[in-house]
């Protein structure tokens, strides 16, 4: 029990509240500072990968052009040109394109199940994503390239005294109790956990059909039409999967109040989770189909 005990204390600090655009509060857990670096480091090692084929590639494709007419120096210069695209692409907007997705995260944030979330009552907009990775050249890169400057012995005092000064950028999150980038509070952004877990057998979706029932508490039945269902998109379900899994009454109701303002509805009160249980079951049948006929859905805004 003691040797538990800290481990605990350590994950409560990284409890906060987040309020989602629709006034609703739900808890999450920080992101730790390993599981960001393990990120990360993973999400480099897919680039500098990518990076070295297309370059091999590339290489290849030049040197056949050499070989089969010498004095073709524009296609060289031109494949050259794309590798310097390429490489800026890879490195510059790897991390926009990913974090800019439904799930807010990279390839290498995914396998160490953490995500990219608003800090504060707004969605996740395209805006504070390409805020907060556009300081990645000033947070890491720039610090890097400083340090190995002046461990190299160059640069003499001034070298070392920036070095000192980005290193600050560098180590922010370390010093700072929500873990934060100087790029997250640009952005007004945070990295949170974003455990995979199996749906529950209340929320599968083999089991939306079961959700038109009556309901046992109130005898209504909520079957909800496509009208209704299109006011929400994939944001927003994962959003109602996550009331439902805490089964907090007040988040219920608060969620509940918010979609029956949205449809025009009045279902009353003291049947919150069957409603949303329906109405969670029947829009993600409904998103499943669509995507399945080439139709996706991100969000409400969508």
Same mark, same amino acid.
């Given at each position: 029990?003691?040797?538990?005990?800290?481990?605990?204390?350590?994950?409560?600090?990284?409890?906060?509240?987040?309020?989602?655009?629709?006034? #609703?509060?739900?808890?999450?857990?920080?992101?730790?500072?390993?599981?960001?670096?393990?990120?990360?480091?993973?999400?480099?090692?897919?680039?500098?990968?990518?990076?070295?084929?297309?370059?091999?590639?590339?290489?290849?494709?030049?040197?056949?052009?050499?070989?089969?007419?010498?004095?073709?120096?524009?296609?060289?210069?031109?494949?050259?040109?794309?590798?310097?695209?390429?490489?800026? @692409?890879?490195?510059?907007?790897?991390?926009?394109?990913?974090?800019?997705?439904?799930?807010?995260?990279?390839?290498?944030?995914?396998?160490?199940?953490?995500?990219?979330?608003?800090?504060?009552?707004?969605?996740?907009?395209?805006?504070?994503?390409?805020?907060?990775?556009?300081?990645?050249?000033?947070?890491?890169?720039?610090?890097?390239?400083?340090?190995?400057?002046?461990?190299?012995?160059?640069?003499?005092?001034?070298?070392?005294?920036?070095?000192?000064?980005?290193?600050?950028?560098?180590?922010?999150?370390?010093?700072?109790?929500?873990?934060?980038?100087?790029?997250?509070?640009?952005?007004?952004?945070?990295?949170?956990?974003?455990?995979?877990?199996?749906?529950?057998?209340?929320?599968?979706?083999?089991?939306?059909?079961?959700?038109?029932?009556?309901?046992?508490?109130?005898?209504?039945?909520?079957?909800?039409?496509?009208?209704? @269902?299109? #006011?929400?998109?994939?944001?927003?379900?994962?959003?109602?999967?996550?009331? @439902?899994?805490?089964?907090?009454?007040?988040?219920?109701?608060?969620?509940?109040?918010?979609?029956?303002?949205?449809?025009?509805?009045?279902?009353?009160?003291?049947?919150?989770?069957?409603?949303?249980?329906?109405?969670?079951?029947?829009?993600?049948?409904?998103?499943?189909?669509?995507?399945?006929?080439?139709?996706?859905?991100?969000?409400?805004?969508?």
């Amino acid at each position: 029990m003691s040797a538990a005990t800290p481990w605990k204390q350590r994950e409560n600090k990284r409890k906060r509240m987040l309020v989602t655009p629709e006034g #609703v509060s739900l808890p999450v857990t920080l992101a730790p500072l390993g599981s960001r670096a393990g990120a990360i480091i993973l999400d480099y090692i897919i680039i500098n990968t990518a990076v070295i084929v297309v370059t091999l590639l590339l290489a290849w494709l030049g040197i056949s052009v050499m070989d089969a007419e010498s004095s073709n120096s524009q296609v060289v210069e031109f494949i050259a040109v794309l590798w310097i695209i390429a490489v800026f @692409l890879a490195y510059n907007f790897y991390f926009i394109f990913f974090e800019m997705g439904a799930r807010g995260a990279t390839p290498g944030k995914r396998a160490t199940g953490i995500r990219v979330a608003a800090h504060g009552t707004q969605r996740l907009t395209s805006e504070a994503i390409i805020a907060r990775n556009l300081m990645r050249q000033i947070e890491l890169f720039v610090p890097i390239s400083f340090i190995f400057t002046a461990s190299a012995g160059e640069g003499g005092m001034a070298s070392l005294a920036a070095a000192a000064w980005f290193a600050v950028f560098l180590l922010f999150p370390v010093f700072n109790r929500d873990n934060l980038r100087a790029g997250d509070l640009v952005a007004g952004t945070w990295v949170i956990e974003a455990p995979r877990r199996k749906l529950a057998e209340a929320l599968s979706a083999a089991g939306a059909a079961s959700h038109t029932a009556t309901s046992g508490i109130t005898g209504t039945r909520y079957t909800f039409d496509d009208d209704d @269902l299109m #006011v929400y998109g994939e944001f927003e379900l994962q959003t109602l999967e996550r009331v @439902l899994r805490d089964d907090r009454p007040e988040a219920l109701e608060a969620v509940q109040e918010t979609i029956c303002r949205k449809l025009g509805w009045n279902a009353g009160s003291g049947d919150e989770r069957a409603f949303l249980e329906a109405f969670y079951a029947q829009l993600r049948a409904k998103l499943e189909r669509d995507m399945r006929f080439g139709k996706r859905k991100a969000d409400k805004h969508a």
